[in-house]
């Protein structure tokens, strides 16, 4: 069983660089692909990133990359977010995730966090 607690959100100006962490119990947490989702008012679930158990393989969506950049810890059991040049069109629930297979869908994911609300304002 892995829980996952998010931290870091907020309300940002555009053009900022907020960090976000999610932070994992349990001890099997460096054998999980970790993921961070996002979900904006009135639309569906999207994927933002993801990252192997060892941190050497990583994925982006096509309106993250290059702002976004994932990275993990195994040794406290966290996986992080940095992003830069937020844009008002990130503004949403940021969600980890972790799960057993290295995929952009959210379904290949069994462990979720309860989010965190980015508002990015203009």
């Known amino acids: 069983q892995v829980q996952l607690v998010e931290s870091g959100g907020g309300l940002v100006q555009a053009g900022g660089s907020p960090r976000l962490s999610c932070a994992a119990s349990g001890r099997t947490f460096s054998t999980y692909t970790m993921a961070w989702f996002r979900q904006a008012p009135g639309k569906e679930r999207e994927f933002v990133a993801t990252i192997n158990w060892s941190g050497g393989g990583t994925s982006y969506s096509d309106s993250v990359k290059g702002r976004f950049t994932i990275t993990r810890d195994n040794a406290v059991n966290t996986v992080y977010l940095q992003m830069n040049s937020l844009k008002p069109e990130d503004t949403a629930v940021y969600y980890c995730?972790?799960?057993?297979?290295?995929?952009?869908?959210?379904?290949?994911?069994?462990?979720w966090g309860q989010g965190t609300q980015v508002t990015v304002s203009s």
């Open positions: 995730a972790g799960g057993l297979v290295f995929t952009r869908e959210a379904r290949g994911y069994g462990y």
